[in-house]
């Protein structure tokens, strides 16, 4: 099996932002990937659902342990264009998610700028990425509310 980079990934979640945006929800994408398998995307649906809490990382994750068939994903690496919320976060942290690969960062809404503890909310062993491919993912957001003004 052909191994991808995390360039490569990154491109499929912002593939996933941009069926956000031209859907009108904030253009985030995410996937979960393990062993070179995309196991879940998702990107924000929470104006289309009317769920505050359909956001793409948590509907990446949600499809990845139903194909998993279980709530762990140990073995896998999210990928998402912005750094995810407290919410995600913690998602994430209970997923077991070992890899976090974000593209830009969210000094507003992010986890970091809310939860000031200096604790992370993933796993122990789980390792943060952050920077691939962030002026992409930076510029999507950018586009998207500058055209709600």
């Known amino acids: 099996m052909e191994a991808f980079d995390d360039s490569y990934y990154m491109g499929i979640a912002l593939d996933e932002a941009r069926a956000a945006a031209a859907e009108g929800e904030i253009p ?75 593209g830009a960062p969210d000094t507003k809404r992010g986890f970091r700028a809310i939860v000031r503890t200096g604790a992370s909310p993933f796993h122990p062993k789980a390792v943060y990425t952050e920077g691939v491919r962030a002026d992409e993912c930076a510029a999507l957001m950018r586009s998207f509310f500058s055209s709600k003004r």
């Open 28 to 102: 985030v994408g995410a996937v979960v990937v393990a062993g070179g398998r995309i196991l879940g995307k998702g990107h924000n649906r929470t104006e289309r659902l009317r769920d505050v809490t359909a956001h793409a990382e948590m509907l990446a994750i949600s499809a990845a342990a139903s194909l998993k068939g279980g709530k762990y994903l140990a073995d896998a690496t999210l990928y998402v264009t912005v750094e995810p919320c407290p919410m995600c976060a913690g998602a994430i942290g209970w997923a077991q998610i070992r890899r976090i690969v974000v």
